[in-house]
């Protein structure tokens, strides 16, 4: 079956510290990966995706992330953490041609 | 350009009762999709459509309808709700290989 992990309910930083999302997966073939953000009471908004190229892909908001094919992950950084960072982070492949798998999400605090 | 909308934004009904959820994309994706999203399990897809006239299911269906009624519009229905589609649901759409877009989600509960 195919399936994201994101290993962590919730990750801790402090402001200005630089943070990390993970994020691993299971899918046959070479997926699309991408990341979503979504603040309280709010649709989840595009981040960035990888689908081919330089494995570090840079999205919105200063965030980037890293594909690593041999480890089969795809984590979320940022090198200055902000308190309106903080949000729920939600990690998602889309095999090709099929429908999109999210992870189940990671809770991100940013402490002032 | 709204985007993706959904009607209603907040829904109360009981067990039995029926209601639809309405979703409208004015960017001209094909691909439009429902998911719902309870807490701890991400984001579930209910059905979708990978284009105007085509329908299919999703990894959690039952319960539910969907009509795609024409190349902007999709709507979910739930015939007889019941407590367990207490959820937030979202609607989103796409091409083929770019990011999804979401709309703001429709929170219901159903007693």
């Known amino acids: 079956a195919q399936s994201v992990a994101q290993p962590e309910d919730q990750v801790n930083v402090a402001e200005g510290n630089p943070l990390t999302v993970k994020c691993t997966y299971s899918v046959s073939g070479n997926p699309y990966l991408f990341w979503y953000v979504q603040y309280p009471n709010r649709g989840l908004q595009f981040l960035l995706k990888?689908?081919?190229?330089?494995?570090l892909v840079k999205g919105s908001y200063g965030f980037e992330a890293e594909f690593n094919k041999s480890q089969t992950s795809f984590h979320l950084k940022k090198p200055s953490a902000l308190v309106s960072d903080s949000a729920l982070y939600f990690c998602a492949v889309r095999p090709y041609g099929q429908n999109f798998v999210f992870g189940p999400g990671t809770r991100l605090s940013v402490l002032p | 350009n709204a985007g993706v909308t959904q009607t209603p934004k907040f829904q109360v009904l009981k067990t039995g009762q029926s209601m639809t959820l309405q979703c409208a994309q004015d960017m001209n994706h094909n691909s439009m999709y429902w998911y719902r999203q309870d807490p701890g399990m991400g984001l579930r897809l209910i059905y979708y459509?990978?284009?105007?006239?085509?329908?299919d299911k999703g990894e959690v269906p039952n319960g539910y309808n969907v009509s795609r009624l024409n190349k902007r519009e999709f709507s979910l229905r739930l015939e007889s709700a019941a407590p367990s589609q207490t959820s937030v649901y979202f609607c989103a759409s796409t091409y083929t290989k770019d990011e999804q877009f979401f709309g703001p989600g429709t929170r219901l509960t159903v007693l």
């Open positions: 459509s990978a284009s105007e006239g085509t329908t």
């Open positions: 990888y689908i081919t190229g330089d494995n």
